[in-house]
């Protein structure tokens, strides 16, 4: 376990020493592409809680980024062309300010993955996938056909949303935001994992009828955890919008929960920090491979491909060896 | 709305479910007898089409162009069962999952490699073009309506090779307990790549026939792969029976949905909200049919536990 600990106090660090390093040198590009990992690695910390800890192989947590991603859309398109969303049974106007988009983003995604959880959760196995992804594209063809928010074109904001007390336009500060809350949702998660819900939920990916027997329902602990990394990987797809300051139903597609289940994979399944050095490799692969060959897919492929037949514990399965199960 | 266009519907919502048979079929019965999840079968589905077009492109033979798409398919299925999918057996869904993700990567990446990004075109062949009149003087294509014949004998071809063969009797047998039929002298290892094989040269076939009505290009599989997934999650994994009643159902509801909720939402509604209302709910439509199976049979309407 020491190792690990290790391993995860470095791969913190060291997100957060590349960029301030980059804002030093002035490499404006750097600290963007870092934002991007820290919200790709708080989706894929978001779907770890589902997939790692509690055994559900969702293939459509693309749904609650997307999801995410659109509350941001709306609220902020509403608010800068000043007209409410309704106006009825109450005035309800759009907003540019980050916390309270963030919470919708929770909230909106959240409760999908309520409605998709509740009816996905009733099977088990290869039925979960297939109906998670394919739920994920009625989320994605929804975004499409929907012609009031852009329909297949997406939606742009010229401006990037305010936080309160920071300069969100200037790359380092919007960094140190999504960088913080990375932080926050993988100390909350370390705790939930020890928490009698954590252990209860590890426990039924293990052993259901174990966990029945003792008077726990394991669809109840499941639902509730699929909704928590609902919330998380929305939240992430709020910032995301916010970094790009566009949001496009490319958010909701198969394509995007499968990157982010290849976040979980590179780094190790079930491990915390897992993700977050999985969406390091991946941008960094992006980056470097993407500039070699504009066919880089192939070799992400063949990575990933070795990584799932060989290297079962991800990177840091390799790193710091068997401790963690994974079953 | 007259009943010609309904009629003309019905038969291209059949037409749908026919091609979604032939992906979910191989689907179905590559997960029934050995329990793996294949994300790579729309990769598979596009190997066949682009086959096809090259095959057509060359020699200019329809014919040879969907015996190509067959035998690439086929062999393409073959050296996955061989090289990856044999490693994945005793593995976890997850890891089946990602191997396959991973195949789609390097087999659309490599496509478009070796191909380009531009879609080709398979031209449908003469003796097919053009439309044909049918009772209550509809006008449909031919060519659709032949795929509607190809997808059925191809239906009862399979079940009458489930059923009464020798290899359908040990395919059975292998979803029913594995080891056993070790036990018994049956070689597992060459069923499983022949099992892998068929569910593959299917996909090709359907990617083929598909390919002369719209383009062939990369990424054409995945959408109907997860069309399939549907149509298994309805019908039963496993079960072939299943994916055919499911096949047409998602096909009927899909086309028809499209056509009708527009027109329905517009008997009560304004004009321009009832078409983006509908086509929004009628895109959803297959997936709320999804659900409601789902409420009601957990394990879909022919499968078992």
Redesign the interface.
């Known amino acids: 376990m020491q190792r690990e600990q290790l391993i995860n106090a470095t791969t913190l660090l060291a997100l957060l020493a590349v960029p301030l390093w980059a804002w030093y040198v002035d490499e404006p590009f750097t600290i963007t592409l870092a934002t991007k990992v820290a919200i790709f690695a708080l989706a894929g910390v978001g779907l770890n809680l589902a ?1 790692g800890l509690g055994g559900l ?1 969702s ?1 459509g947590h693309a749904a609650f980024f997307g999801i995410g991603g659109y509350a941001m859309g709306i609220l902020a398109s509403h608010a800068q062309t000043y007209t409410p969303l309704a106006s009825w049974p109450f005035l309800l106007e759009g907003t540019k300010s980050m916390p309270v988009i963030w919470l919708v983003a929770m909230v909106m995604s959240g409760l999908a993955a309520l409605a998709v959880g509740a ?1 996905s959760l ?2 088990t ?3 979960f ?3 998670t ?3 994920g ?2 989320f994605f ?2 975004a ?5 928010y852009g329909g297949e074109d997406g939606l742009s904001i010229y401006v990037r949303n305010g936080f309160p007390g920071l300069n969100t336009l200037d790359p380092i500060q919007f960094f140190m935001l999504c960088y913080v809350l990375l932080a926050v949702v993988l100390f909350f998660f370390a705790r939930l994992a020890k928490s009698p819900f954590g252990m209860a939920l590890n426990a039924a990916r293990q052993n259901d009828e174990r966990v029945q027997t003792v008077g726990i329902t394991p669809y109840r602990l499941r639902l509730v955890a699929f909704v928590i990394s609902g919330a998380v990987t929305g939240l992430a797809g709020a910032l995301f919008a916010d970094l790009n300051r566009f949001v496009s139903p490319t958010m909701l597609s ?1 394509q995007t929960s ?1 990157e982010i ?2 976040f979980i ?1 590179l780094g190790g ?1 079930g491990r915390l920090y897992g993700p977050v050095i999985g969406a390091g490799l991946f941008i960094m692969l992006e980056h470097f491979l993407g500039g070699l060959s504009e ?4 070799y ?3 990575l ?2 070795l990584v ?2 060989f290297a ?1 514990g991800g990177l840091i399965g390799l790193l710091a060896g068997k401790e963690v199960a994974h ?1 | 709305m007259s009943l010609i266009l309904i009629i003309e519907q019905t038969l291209n919502g059949i037409q749908f479910g026919v091609m979604l048979f032939l992906m979910a079929a191989g689907l179905t019965l590559i997960f029934g007898v050995m329990g793996v999840i294949n994300l790579a079968h729309g990769s598979l589905y596009m190997i066949g089409a682009f086959a096809a077009a090259a095959v057509a492109g060359a020699t200019g033979s329809f014919l040879l162009a969907l015996a190509a798409s067959l035998v690439v398919a086929a062999i393409a299925g073959a050296l996955i069962e061989l090289t990856v999918m044999r490693r994945l057996y005793d593995r976890d869904h997850l890891d089946q999952v990602l191997a396959t993700f991973a195949l789609i990567l390097i087999f659309s990446e490599g496509t478009r490699w070796a191909f380009g990004s531009f879609p080709l075109f398979l031209d449908i062949p003469d003796a097919l073009s053009g439309p044909i009149t049918l009772p209550f003087g509809v006008q449909y294509p031919l060519y659709r309506l032949a795929i509607i014949g190809i997808g059925l004998v191809v239906a009862l071809g399979l079940f009458a090779l489930i059923s009464r063969t020798r290899i359908g009797m040990q395919i059975r047998a292998g979803e029913s307990d594995r080891e056993m039929i070790g036990a018994l002298g049956v070689n597992i290892s060459v069923l499983y790549t022949l099992v892998f094989a068929l569910g593959a040269a299917l996909a090709g076939f359907a990617g083929a026939l598909i390919g002369a009505i719209q383009s062939v290009q990369v990424g054409m599989g995945e959408p109907v792969l997860i069309l399939a997934f549907v149509v298994v999650v309805i019908g039963g994994i496993g079960s072939i029976k299943g994916a055919l009643v499911g096949a047409l159902l998602v096909g009927l509801t899909d086309t028809l949905g499209r056509f009708l909720l527009p027109s329905f939402f517009g008997l009560f509604m304004e004009p321009s909200s009832a078409m983006s209302v509908g086509s929004s709910l009628s895109s959803m439509s297959i997936y709320i049919l999804m659900a409601a199976v789902l409420l009601f049979k957990p394990t879909g309407l022919y499968g078992s536990a």
């Open positions: 997939l192989v293939f009816l009733r099977t196995g290869v039925y996938i297939m109906i992804l394919a739920f594209q009625m063809y929804f499409i056909s929907w012609p009031a198969w499968g289940m290849v994979i399944v066919f880089w897919h192939v992400l492929g063949v990933l491909l799932v037949l079962r079953d």
